[in-house]
């Protein structure tokens, strides 16, 4: 019987990283061992392994730090292409830590179809004495394969988080991502997924009236024709905050496109200090869309009687800054 295939794709990252020294967890350089070196241990230690077909793709090989939108089309791409393909089972992804949740959010935005796309990393380089690489990988695969798996999920230090609800909260730690209120998805147990709840999907999220059910087509077609997304960043509310750095944004700089919109990282509760409340006007009044999300790691804005933009949620400011870019390609 033709075995089944599962498609990995490598993009860099910690897992992929190596340092000079063994017992150097923070001097190394990401995103130097090709994917196939990392998959090709694996082999020996889980038996069950063999039963599959495992093919692996250098999509790219870079330190997540500098993600960009035009890396996420090509990986998008070859991540559809696989889902599209009836041999492939599952996809799965090895990526850095540092915007693991943002790459997650924005392919549980674009890809189509249910099959799982598990994404995992590592907080420790390949050459580490203890590398927790292999494990997670190890663990993701065994997810990819679990028939009960579907759409997009992050695979880390043992846990399965939703794309939706991940995010990374600590620097060093093995253990660097939550679910926050929501929690992990699943736990994986020598090999075993044990699931707490399904995987729910991004369908019927929608954000300051925007369905961004539909946006799949509309923002693989504009990365894949201008290689970029609209320009869209991300502001903070703080103490003291003047709001000129909204006012900079607005001015035309060469060789960068105009910005479209702006997601604020408000107090609390999506609040925001008057100053900056009235340069966001500011760039509202000249066409540039805002969106408020709150900079609290935990939880998500409460909406109330709402006297400035509606807040997005439940969305982070970094996955809001996504869904508006995505939003405005349509
Ligand atoms: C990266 O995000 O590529 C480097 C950091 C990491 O993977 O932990």
Redesign the pocket.
């Known amino acids: 019987m033709e075995k089944r295939k599962v498609l990995i794709l490598g993009t860099?990252?910690?897992?992929a990283?190596r340092a000079q020294v063994a017992g150097d967890n923070v001097g190394y350089k990401?995103?130097e061992v090709p994917v196939e070196e990392l998959l090709a241990p694996l082999n020996a230690v889980a038996p069950w392994m063999r039963r599959w077909h495992w093919q692996a793709q250098q999509v790219a090989q870079?330190?997540?730090?500098d993600m960009d939108a035009a890396t996420w089309g090509v990986l998008a791409q070859a991540a559809q292409a696989g889902l599209d393909d009836p041999d492939v089972t599952a996809v799965v992804i090895t990526?850095?830590?540092?915007?693991?949740e943002e790459t997650a959010f924005f392919l549980s935005l674009v890809l189509t179809g249910n099959k799982p796309v598990v994404l995992t990393?590592?907080?420790r380089p390949a050459s580490a004495l203890v590398p927790d690489g292999p494990q997670n990988l190890l663990d993701a695969l065994a997810v990819a394969t679990d028939p009960t798996a579907s759409g997009v999920c992050v695979v880390a230090a043992g846990n399965v988080h939703s794309a939706l609800s991940v995010s990374k909260v600590h620097p060093y730690k093995v253990d660097?991502f939550s679910s926050g209120d929501a929690g992990p998805l699943a736990c994986v147990e020598e090999g075993r997924v044990r699931w707490f709840k399904k995987n729910i999907s991004n369908d019927g999220l929608s954000t300051d009236g925007i369905d961004l059910d539909a946006a799949p087509y509309a923002a693989l077609k504009w990365l894949k024709t201008k290689g970029d997304s609209p320009r869209v960043e991300v502001v903070t509310s703080h103490a003291g905050v003047t709001g000129a750095m909204v006012d900079a944004l607005l001015q035309p700089l060469a060789g960068v496109p105009p910005l479209m919109g702006l997601v604020v990282a408000g107090t609390g509760n999506g609040t925001l200090h008057a100053a900056l409340l009235a340069a966001l006007q500011r760039a509202c009044s000249q066409g540039v869309v805002v969106w408020r999300s709150t900079r609290c790691p935990f939880g998500q804005v409460v909406p109330g009687p709402e006297l400035v933009w509606p807040p997005a949620v439940p969305l982070s400011p970094v996955k809001a800054r996504i869904a508006l870019a995505l939003s405005l390609t349509r």
């Open positions: 860099g990252g910690t897992i990283g990401a995103g870079l330190d997540s730090k990526h850095g830590t540092d915007t693991l990393c590592a907080m660097a």
